[in-house]
């Protein structure tokens, strides 16, 4: 149980951190011009 | 021993694997796989709102108007809105596998017709596949792990449910730039960093295979991890009678044909709309009022690529308000969290119109924090239909709710482009013209603010008798 919970939190928070840090980086330009 | 929900009015044609009494969990089963199986369908319906990323390239392969092209999003979110209303009571009664798998087949198969309308260049087709087809998908997936993870999260509902609904906001941040990538490997003259740039129609056709393909995947993952409580499942050391004390929460079951007769419903209906109509007005004109309140003459102090950052900045705090304000409600309740959304909004909207062009920070903060509430006014509005209406069908009683949703997209852009028009031409507004459109979003939120505290829980001649909600049948698992 423990194993399936690992995999399936990694298969949804992986593709979300994607998100996230694309979505950061280019709010970044918001400060940075 | 674990026992079926089957409900009385569950459909006898589904194969025996989709039925709700295959899906009960057995002893032992951890609740915290719950969320991951919701995420894994929200994170997927989210592309809706990332269909910026093609629609240059589909006005130019189909040679048509951004406004022909911007009809296949509008066609989608009616859809979901009329498929979550109409659909609600078959998702509540056959249980979230069912649920995810139809909306599975349905948004995967709105990608694959919606492609071979872009490949022999029948717009119609994209219509039917992406707006009607995949629309269906996206009301059913929007609501099916809802009853589920309020039930899974009798203690916790809002943030079980704000966990799903942030995925919701999450899909976009995923499928913008991930298609933008899988647009530049299908078509090597395109440059995603380019906003000049534009890809060709076969590569867009491409895209929506990959998506579709992907996405069908993904769903079916949560689809077959998906699993109800037993009956006689709770929480370990969670007392039911705690909920009982509190004033706003029922123990009681209503139906989703009896909710919609009581004026909790219709009260909660406006109180949404107008949350929502307040701030898609912000989110639709997100870049081109970034720039519009920093104007000096023909230029603005924030280029177009911080307008950019802008739209992210709003699409973070969108998401992060989802999970982080309807965690919230637990503790201090759902309806003065409204109170919260509703009215510090409609401070922060007449901060925004008065002093919001004074500063760019200031500016984004507001901006930020409006968006935020928006964001939770989503994400908290299962926890609130539980606490008024009982868990035996909020997933029904939820899609019909989100009519609300539909009617709003459609006011709130049309309220601040009225408005907005009547000022000027695009390109040359500057805050001053901003200021009527946001100060009628401060009315709308007094309505729904007003709306909210006139929320009294439901008469008991709406209730179900004690035994009907139960099962009529019992499995074993």
Redesign the interface.
Same mark, same amino acid.
């Given at each position: 149980m423990t194993a399936r919970l690992v995999v399936a939190w990694v298969l949804v928070l992986v593709p979300l951190l994607y998100g996230l840090v694309e979505t950061v980086r280019k709010a970044a330009t918001l400060f940075t011009g | 021993m674990a026992t079926s929900t089957s409900h009385p009015a569950a459909s006898s044609w589904l194969p025996s694997f989709l039925r709700r009494e295959a899906t009960v969990a057995p002893p032992?089963?951890?609740r915290?796989?719950i969320p991951?199986?919701a995420?894994?369908v929200h994170?997927c319906i989210g592309q809706v709102y990332a269909t910026s990323v093609y629609k240059n390239a589909l006005v130019a392969h189909f040679d048509t108007s951004l406004t022909a092209i911007g009809v296949i999003f509008s066609i989608a979110i009616v859809m979901l809105g009329l498929s979550a209303a109409v659909l609600g009571t078959w998702v509540d009664h056959n249980g979230p596998r069912a649920a995810m798998v139809a909306a599975a087949l349905f948004w995967s198969t709105g990608f694959m017709v919606a492609a071979l309308g872009i490949s022999s260049e029948q717009l119609w087709l994209v219509y039917l596949g992406y707006g009607v087809i995949g629309g269906i998908g996206l009301g059913i997936g929007y609501i099916s792990p809802v009853s589920t993870l309020i039930k899974w999260f009798p203690d916790r509902p809002g943030l079980a449910t704000g966990l799903a609904i942030m995925?919701f906001g999450?899909?976009?941040?995923?499928?913008?730039?991930?298609s933008a990538r899988l647009l530049a490997l299908y078509d090597s003259g395109y440059d995603a960093s380019d906003p000049a740039s534009i890809a060709s129609g076969a590569a867009v056709a491409s895209l929506f295979v990959t998506l579709g393909i992907v996405y069908l995947a993904?769903m079916l993952?949560g689809a077959f991890?998906v699993r109800v409580p037993a009956d006689d499942w709770q929480p370990d050391g969670w007392d039911p009678s705690q909920v009982k004390q509190k004033k706003m929460v029922t123990t009681a079951s209503v139906s989703a044909s009896n909710a919609i007769k009581t004026p909790q419903f219709w009260l909660l209906w406006v109180v949404l709309f107008c949350n929502v109509t307040a701030g898609i007005g912000i989110l639709e004109q997100a870049a081109p009022m970034s720039q519009d309140f920093f104007r000096v003459g023909d230029t603005s102090t924030v /280029?177009a690529? *911080?307008a *950019?950052?802008?739209?992210?900045?709003l /699409?973070?705090a969108n998401m992060g308000g989802r999970f982080i304000w309807s965690s919230t409600s637990d503790v201090i309740g759902r309806k003065p969290i409204y109170m919260l959304y509703l009215g510090g909004g409609m401070v922060l909207y007449v901060l925004l119109a008065l002093v919001g062009h004074t500063s760019t920070a200031l500016f984004?903060l507001l901006a930020a924090v409006i968006l935020s509430f928006y964001g939770g006014g989503f994400a908290t509005v299962p926890a609130y239909l539980r606490d008024l209406f009982g868990t035996f069908e909020v997933g029904a009683i939820h899609g019909r709710l989100l009519t609300a949703w539909s009617a709003a997209g459609v006011a709130g852009p049309l309220i601040v482009n009225k408005f907005l028009d009547a000022e000027g031409e695009p390109g040359k507004l500057t805050a001053a013209d901003y200021r009527l459109a946001l100060l009628t979003m401060v009315v709308l939120l007094a309505i729904g603010f007003v709306s909210n505290l006139l929320i009294k829980p439901v008469a008991e001649r709406f209730h179900e008798p004690d035994d009907a909600s139960l099962p009529k049948e019992g499995v074993s698992a």
């Open positions: - | 032992g089963f951890n915290w796989l991951p199986a995420l894994a994170l995925g999450g899909g976009a941040l995923i499928a913008g730039p991930l993904y993952f991890t /280029s690529a *911080a *950019a950052g802008f739209v992210g900045l /699409s973070l984004v």
